[in-house]
């Protein structure tokens, strides 16, 4: 039985999260996996045919199969995520959309949709993001550890070309600009390897200063405490950040409504956000603009620099 999905919610910027369950049997385990449904466009059975393309080098790609007249890979999460899968029952498998790709998942089953606030999603990071960087945070729901996939790591391990930042950064040149100071950007990010890739190749390549954080909660705490110096000192808000650069999906505070705080806040509206986001989609593109997001960009486009001094070099004025 094919499910297609829609979203349950009407808002966006309520910092509230559609985390679909789903499992993986094991010889004596169930282990518990959480995805965003918005990068869910359909749970569908196993397809009767697949094909297995010759000389494959990713041990979890399954293979091949045509789905509405376009060919998807099938990857097997389980081994993905390094689990022996165990099948009880006909397995399932979930069309999902996300880094401009569409792609297909295996999994032993769904269980269902929770409607959470990023609040309730505890963050891996510290020692724990250090464990495992397939995962990017854990929530109780009715009793179960339910563990939240990086899904955007399972296309980078498919082609690291594909991944935000090339590991050996570098392949963007470096641009000139007309500004003098450089550009001070505010960066969130639950993921610590996009992180330090992002700052590496902004500050390496381009005039960029990066501060970064790891969610919206932390990168709106940043910003009261900018206000608070620029209310008390006399420095205009454009001379400590220039620019907010977020992810979406994030713990604690996503990125919808970190940009939703900030152009609703008198002192800090005038501030550029970018939203650089696996959920950046043409079918999503409203959501931020229903924030008042200055600019979207589908990770891995990189054409969110260009944009970004552009967006500067209108708006600044002066020093302190």
């Known amino acids: 039985m094919k499910t297609h999905m829609s979203n349950i919610l009407i808002e966006t910027g309520t910092n509230e999260a559609e985390i679909l369950e789903i499992f993986i049997d094991e010889e004596s385990y169930r282990g518990y996996y959480g995805m965003n449904v918005a990068k869910v466009l359909e749970i569908i059975p196993l397809p009767k045919?697949?094909?297995?393309?010759p000389n494959t080098t990713s041990p979890f790609t399954v293979g091949l199969f045509n789905h509405r007249e376009k060919i998807v890979a099938l990857i097997d999460l389980a081994k993905w995520l390094g689990r022996t899968r165990v099948e009880k029952k006909p397995p399932n498998v979930l069309i999902t959309e996300f880094n401009s790709m569409v792609n297909a998942?295996?999994?032993?089953?769904?269980t269902r949709i929770?409607?959470?606030?990023?609040?309730?999603?505890r963050p891996m990071d510290g020692y724990m993001e250090g464990l495992s960087e397939?995962?990017?945070?854990v929530v109780e729901l009715e009793g179960k550890i339910v563990l939240l996939l990086d899904l955007e790591k399972t296309i980078a391990d498919l082609n690291p070309d594909l991944a935000v930042i090339d590991s050996t950064g570098g392949f963007m040149e470096a641009?000139?600009?007309s500004l003098n100071e450089?550009?001070?950007?505010?960066?969130?990010?639950?993921?610590?390897?996009?992180?330090?890739?992002?700052k590496r190749l902004l500050e390496e390549n381009n005039h960029f200063l990066v501060e970064s954080v790891i969610n919206g909660?932390?990168?709106w705490a940043h910003l009261l405490n900018v206000k608070k110096r620029?209310?008390?000192g006399g420095c205009k808000l454009h001379d400590l950040v220039d620019v907010v650069l977020t992810d979406i999906e994030m713990p604690g505070m996503d990125g919808y409504y970190l940009c939703k705080l900030i152009k609703e806040d008198e002192e800090l509206s005038s501030l550029p956000v970018v939203l650089f986001s696996s959920l950046i989609t043409d079918r999503l593109l409203h959501k931020g603009q229903s924030v008042g997001a200055d600019g979207q960009f589908a990770k891995p486009d990189l054409a969110l620099v260009s944009f970004i001094r552009e967006s500067v070099e209108k708006r600044r004025s002066g020093n302190c």
């Open 105 to 110: 998942f295996l999994v032993s089953g769904v």
């Open 217 to 219: 909660e932390e990168a």
């Open 134 to 137: 397939s995962i990017t945070g």
């Open 49 to 53: 045919r697949i094909i297995k393309p």
């Open 182 to 198: 450089p550009i001070r950007i505010l960066h969130a990010d639950d993921s610590g390897v996009v992180r330090r890739n992002v």
């Open 114 to 121: 929770h409607r959470i606030t990023w609040n309730d999603i």
């Open 230 to 232: 620029v209310l008390e």
């Open 175 to 177: 641009q000139t600009t």
